[in-house]
């Protein structure tokens, strides 16, 4: 028997009742005791439910989805496949995550795509290297940099590698045809696991980076 169940309530209940008015075993008062005792033990645990979705680590479901949105918008969306506590883990580390730096960027593109981003800034000499200095070269190291383009820099984001779509069959494979039997279907972007769009990195930059810097994206 555990809190809140139906023998619980039941023992409640008849814990309330008034000593001595019911001193033989009746079938009628059992069965109106039972019955409240079923319905208040499913309020009960709806009570539990309720309670657990109004707290990112307890909730659920569609629930777990609203509390991002809530907090993320469209910065922060579920990717399909994926479980209540991988998103709760993805929640928890944006809600924390470092911004307005360099590395808070890298580290959240890193996240995202699972490549770190290539980061030029035309006025840090750390990447467009300097005369003299040994980390420099054409073709090797470094770039341009330019004292006209103040508070702006240039990413580089390499797609991340996607699993497919599980259990659906592509063209030209040996399962999937027209008019046979077949695990072929139509089949939309957001159907691919571990699928990122460009929209969400534009959104997570634009979130990260520090306010009155221009960033351009390359994604590749």
């Known amino acids: 028997m555990g809190k809140g169940d139906t023998n619980d309530i039941h023992e409640r209940l008849?814990?309330?009742?008034?000593?001595?008015?019911?001193?033989?075993?009746?079938?009628?008062?059992?069965?109106?005791?039972?019955?409240?005792?079923?319905?208040?033990?499913?309020?009960?645990?709806?009570?539990?439910?309720?309670r657990d979705q109004t707290r990112i680590r307890s909730a659920t479901g569609g629930w777990l989805d609203l509390a991002a949105w809530d907090f993320f918008g469209h910065r922060l969306i579920r990717s399909a496949g994926l479980s209540d506590e991988q998103f709760r883990r993805k929640i928890t580390i944006a809600l924390f995550r470092a911004a307005g730096t360099r590395h808070a960027i890298s580290e959240l593109i890193e996240e995202l795509t699972g490549s770190p981003p290539r980061i030029f800034e035309p006025q840090c000499p750390?990447?467009?290297?300097?005369?003299?200095?040994?980390?420099?070269?054409?073709?090797?190291?470094?770039?341009?940099?330019?004292?006209?383009?103040?508070?702006?820099?240039f990413i580089t984001v390499n797609r991340p590698k996607q699993s497919g779509i599980p259990w659906v069959a592509g063209y030209r494979t040996p399962s999937s045809g027209y008019h046979c039997p077949s695990r072929g279907q139509y089949v939309s972007?957001?159907?691919?696991?571990?699928?990122?769009?460009?929209?969400?990195?534009?959104?997570?930059?634009?979130?990260?980076?520090?306010?009155?810097t221009l960033v351009w994206v390359r994604i590749q």
């Open 14 to 50: 008849c814990g309330l009742l008034p000593p001595g008015w019911f001193t033989e075993e009746s079938p009628t008062l059992k069965a109106v005791v039972s019955a409240a005792a079923s319905t208040l033990s499913w309020c009960y645990s709806l009570y539990l439910y309720a």
């Open 126 to 153: 750390l990447d467009t290297g300097a005369y003299g200095e040994s980390h420099t070269g054409y073709g090797m190291a470094g770039g341009y940099g330019s004292s006209l383009l103040p508070y702006q820099g």
């Open 189 to 212: 972007d957001e159907q691919v696991a571990g699928a990122i769009t460009n929209e969400q990195i534009f959104k997570a930059i634009a979130a990260t980076k520090l306010e009155g």
